[in-house]
């Protein structure tokens, strides 16, 4: 049971697009059935709170206050106000410490609205400090704390949420080496998550960065083997040296990808980001040279094998498939990283 014995609301918040793989997660992991709001997800829990660092798609951690109507003139927002004066602080800093004890008492107030309204940012900032440090008597203010409230108006709706994460699930320990380009670990567990995981996988990664595809397979266990390489020895050895501090067993290589150093037919999953843009020049991919990394990926694996592929948004991936006598079932997710546009291709290998 949680700190207070009794279940509580929690608002899970994630990239966007990743909404209904996150969803799922917290239905695998925790058994709750959430509820997907825009780069969120909503359920009811009652285990203790500490419990959410299982979430491997997840960003930051709230805990959801409530949820009530609200009017578009200055007066209506004496509704926020009353609720604002009942709002349970000590179970909050309760749970607050299962994710790391508060450096102090002082409670930052942040505000986001949407839709039209009679009234400000600065009015409602304006009053939610006032209510809250007479309520409480702390220190409430607008710079950040790590105790953050965060006021959501959305047209005629209203909620209170309290920040329980002091820094986002998705920064994990193990990224110490760093590499350029490397994908978000949330994103990268969602393509993990999105590969079909079975305990019997034989799973690569033919252009790993800095390791986070492979160490987030790996971290989820049972697999028969993760594989992973790089053409570059620097970013092999970075790759390493997360792996080694995130404590999990996965086979590096260095090899060029246009030419992989396996027979035909061995890994049962390949999860990959590979190169935007042609690494020789720097330039866009010719249709011809893209084909032909996609191919030698779809010699290695299996019949029955899935790939997963992420691709900034554009015809490229779709074009190479079209362009590859090789019949698939492909699906998509669109999803936004450091304001891009992204598609994740889940592609089945039939044949």
């Not at 949680?2 to 695998?28: F, I, K, N, R, S």
């Not at 578009?72 to 709002?87: G, M």
Request: hydrophobic share 40%; with cysteine; proline share 7%.
């Amino acid at each position: 049971m949680d700190p207070q014995g009794a279940p509580a609301t929690y608002a899970v918040t994630c990239l966007y697009g990743l909404e209904p793989v996150l969803a799922d997660e917290v239905h695998e992991r925790l058994g709750a059935q959430g509820t997907v709001h825009w780069c969120e997800v909503v359920f009811v829990f009652d285990g203790r709170p500490a419990r959410l660092r299982e979430l491997r798609v997840a960003g930051n951690v709230f805990l959801l206050f409530d949820e009530f109507p609200i009017g578009h003139t200055v007066p209506d927002l004496d509704a926020l106000c009353s609720r604002l004066r009942s709002l349970p602080i000590e179970q909050w800093e309760e749970r607050a410490r299962e994710f790391r004890e508060p450096s102090d008492q002082d409670i930052s107030v942040s505000v986001r609205r949407r839709g039209e309204h009679n009234f400000t940012y600065e009015d409602v900032e304006e009053r939610a400090v006032e209510v809250l440090a007479a309520a409480t008597g702390r220190k409430v203010t607008l710079e950040p704390r790590r105790l953050e409230l965060r006021i959501e108006i959305d047209g005629a709706s209203c909620r209170l949420k309290g920040r329980l994460t002091p820094a986002m699930l998705s920064e994990r320990p193990y990224r110490r080496y760093r590499v350029s380009g490397e994908t978000d670990p949330a994103l990268t567990a969602a393509m993990v998550r999105l590969s079909r995981l079975a305990p019997d996988d034989v799973f690569l990664d033919p252009f790993c960065g800095g390791g986070t595809i492979p160490i987030e397979r790996a971290l989820t266990g049972g697999a028969a083997a993760v594989v992973a390489g790089e053409v570059k020895e620097n970013r092999i050895a970075c790759a390493v040296g997360n792996a080694r501090l995130a404590d999990v067993p996965i086979m590096f290589g260095q090899w060029d990808a246009s030419a992989l150093p396996f027979a035909d037919r061995t890994f049962t999953r390949l999860v990959t980001v590979p190169p935007q843009s042609d690494p020789e020049g720097g330039v866009p991919w010719r249709l011809d040279r893209f084909a032909g990394l996609l191919r030698e990926c779809l010699r290695v694996l299996r019949h029955g094998g899935i790939m997963v592929c992420l691709m900034e948004r554009g015809p490229l991936f779709g074009s190479t498939l079209k362009h590859l006598s090789v019949t698939w079932r492909p699906a998509k997710l669109a999803c936004n990283w450091k304001g891009r546009q992204w598609t994740i291709y889940t592609l089945e290998k039939t044949l």
